[in-house]
T-cell receptor, first 116, second 112 residues
Framework: EAGVTQFPSHSVIEKGQTVTLRCDPI?????LYWYRRVMGKEIKFLLH????????ESGMPNNRFLAERTGGTYSTLKVQPAELEDSGVYFC??????????????FGAGSRLTVL | GEDVEQSLFLSVREGDSSVINCTYT??????LYWYKQEPGAGLQLLTY?????DMKQDQRLTVLLNKKDKHLSLRIADTQTGDSAIYFC????????????FGKGTRLHILP
């Protein structure tokens, strides 16, 4: 079974530019999460999709961040315009809605964003 | 509020046991997790424990939970160089739709 895949693995952009991160969850996982780790700090929750619906977006830092999950499959996280403090590693995770794995998140390798 | 605290660094000699400690504040936590992140890799779930358990053992890993003190520990027996990584403690609650609160991570360094 393929795991959670994220693209790109590393993106370097200038302040003010736009970046779009993509996450492909495990097939059949209706729950999809975005987390972020800023250098040296804790991994913080950004938002949670159940299928294509945003269940909880309380962790989104501001309106420069836009997450979508059209069709309930892959998700994108767009940062526009990027600021220096947006630098960090963005993790995506997925889990099934029900069953034994419902409370176990599988994480992707993360997308490292560097804003210069 | 919700908070998970853990020390940032730990150095252990190869072959010794490593003990990584974590404290959390949310008394209604249902699940306590340990994740491992190796360089360049994602977060790998090592193990998790339900809050109604005191201990869970899985090969070289032993998780101890003191719910009264809100203290969680991960013991790695016979530490190997491959155990060098960042270990994240995390807690979750069923009625929080699986949103997990992470600590800052403990970097485990293995001494030869």
């Amino acid at each position: 079974e393929a795991g959670v895949t994220q693209f790109p693995s590393h993106s370097v952009i200038e302040k003010g530019q736009t970046v779009t991160l993509r996450c492909d969850p495990i097939s059949g996982h209706d729950n999809l999460y975005w987390y972020r780790r800023v250098m040296g700090k804790e991994i913080k929750f950004l938002l949670h999709f159940v299928k294509e619906s945003k269940q909880d977006e309380s962790g989104m830092p501001n309106n420069r961040f836009l997450a979508e999950r059209t069709g309930g499959t892959y998700s994108t996280l767009k940062v526009q315009p990027a600021e220096l403090e947006d630098s960090g590693v963005y993790f995506c995770a997925s889990s099934p809605l029900q069953g034994s794995g419902a409370n176990v998140l599988t994480f992707g390798a993360g997308s490292r964003l560097t804003v210069l | 509020g919700e908070d998970v605290e853990q020390s940032l660094f730990l150095s252990v000699r190869e072959g010794d046991s490593s003990v990584i400690n974590c404290t959390y504040t949310d008394s209604s936590s249902t699940y306590l997790y340990w994740y491992k992140q190796e360089p360049g890799a994602g977060l790998q779930l090592l193990t998790y424990i339900f809050s109604n358990m005191d201990m869970k053992q899985d090969q070289r890993l032993t998780v101890l939970l003191n719910k009264k003190d809100k203290h969680l520990s991960l013991r790695i027996a016979d530490t190997q160089t491959g155990d060098s990584a960042i270990y994240f403690c995390a807690e979750g609650r069923m009625n929080r739709d699986d949103k997990i609160i992470f600590g800052k991570g403990t970097r485990l360094h293995i001494l030869p």
